[in-house]
């Protein structure tokens, strides 16, 4: 706990001290949430299909993450066009599950959600919801919240997932890392409805690794970020509701002091019937 609260501290010094020339290690990423697509949907359809021009448009991305309820409902054909439709970004992405996304006794498991994704995406490697993967040093962790067998507004992180988060943590303890997930540990405000299980839990045991710079969730569909115990908690607006905007994430590094982010909202023009 000290060396979070110290880490904080220089961190916030930090900000006077840094640098007007980019550093290699820094990294920029966007951040897309709760579009809840549907593929019969054509407002949907036109505003997931802008939302991916308006990124391609930027410079210096390195990956785009949508953080759950990327569909509105457990539908296979949905999911397909979703990841049709995230195809025609210039990076790679990355996919959390969210709460309306799956149901096990219907048409779509989590095992069957990834499957999809890979079947119509070549390239994407993950094939199990929780996931890491590395970049310019950083460590990023997806942690599935998501129930599948009772679906439901509120999110739990079962036991064998923080197992999975903690040895993350351990073998990699050397690089800072920031956790990708649907369901907010610290939550923008007070909602029993979407509230998540036993958040205290997952939070003590952050608590006690030091390379945990942020998390990074969604699903309450309003703007929140707060920094407890060393950790910044960034919770985003959906994709759907106006005015419509997705997160741009910069991560900065300065020698000697521990890595600052940064984050923006940035509005989507959708695009006009030719």
Request: aromatic fraction near 12%.
């Amino acid at each position: 706990m000290i060396k979070k609260i110290l880490a904080y501290i220089i961190t916030f010094i930090a900000i006077l001290l840094i640098p007007s020339v980019a550093s290699a290690n820094d990294i920029k990423f966007v951040q897309v949430t709760d579009s809840h697509f549907s593929s019969d949907n054509e407002f949907k359809k036109n505003l997931l299909e802008s939302t991916i021009k308006d990124i391609n448009t930027l410079k210096g991305v390195s990956f785009v993450v949508f953080t759950g309820d990327n569909i509105d409902k457990a539908n296979p054909d949905y999911l397909k066009d979703f990841v049709q439709i995230a195809n025609k970004l210039n990076v790679p992405y990355y996919m959390v599950i969210g709460n309306h996304e799956v149901f096990k006794s219907g048409d779509l498991s989590k095992i069957r959600y990834m499957e999809i994704i890979k079947e119509n995406n070549l390239f994407y490697r993950p094939t199990k919801p929780n996931y890491k993967f590395t970049k310019k040093g950083f460590m990023f962790l997806i942690v599935d919240g998501a129930k599948e067998v009772i679906p439901g507004s509120n999110g739990y992180y079962r036991q064998d997932t923080l197992d999975w988060v903690e040895k993350q943590l351990n073998k990699n303890s050397k690089k800072p890392t920031i956790i990708l997930q649907h369901f907010p540990l610290v939550p923008p405000k007070e909602m029993v409805t979407h509230k998540t299980y036993q958040a205290e839990k997952y939070l003590e045991m952050l608590d006690k690794h030091n390379n945990v710079i942020a998390v990074v969730s969604g699903h309450y569909h309003i703007n929140g970020e707060q920094m407890k115990d060393g950790i910044y908690h960034i919770c985003s607006p959906t994709l759907l509701n106006e005015p419509y905007q997705y997160k741009i994430i910069d991560i900065v590094t300065t020698k000697g002091f521990s890595p600052m982010i940064y984050t923006q909202l940035r509005d989507v023009n959708l695009k006009q019937d030719e």
